[in-house]
């Protein structure tokens, strides 16, 4: 048995990406430590790319533009200090690194990411439409 494979093996924790696709965006919870106090922060931003699939090294980087500021954070899979990560919006892209949407404004984003139809959609349209 290689060494890699034997850290995965210790490793032990649960990769909490399972599934993530690049163009979703995604809500991750993570606990940050200040002192001897303890809070959770919560990053929201769509998915650009996910690197080196499941193994320990694997990372997945996630990108909100605040106040016109692009912020790139990223998160290995199997970091310990991630509490969760939920789907906010499923999105259908054709690529799988987006990079280009570094250079694109919000409205060109929007133009380009063809978005999904969740369940939870449907039936708030379906609901509109019956009015």
Wanted: aromatic content about 6%.
């Amino acid at each position: 048995m290689n060494l890699i494979s034997t850290f995965q093996a210790t490793l032990g924790a649960t990769n909490r990406f399972d599934g993530i696709k690049p163009g979703w965006t995604i809500r991750i919870n993570q606990r940050i430590k200040e002192g001897e106090k303890t809070r959770v922060q919560a990053f929201e931003g769509m998915v650009i790319s996910h690197k080196h699939g499941t193994e320990a090294g694997g990372t997945i980087t996630v990108r909100k533009v605040t106040d016109g500021i692009g912020v790139e954070k990223t998160f290995p899979i199997y970091l310990p200090s991630i509490e969760s990560v939920k789907v906010v919006r499923k999105a259908k892209v054709r690529r799988a690194k987006l990079y280009y949407l570094r250079d694109k404004t919000n409205k060109e984003i929007r133009k380009k990411i063809r978005t999904e139809k969740t369940a939870s959609t449907k039936k708030t349209e379906e609901k509109e439409a019956s009015q």
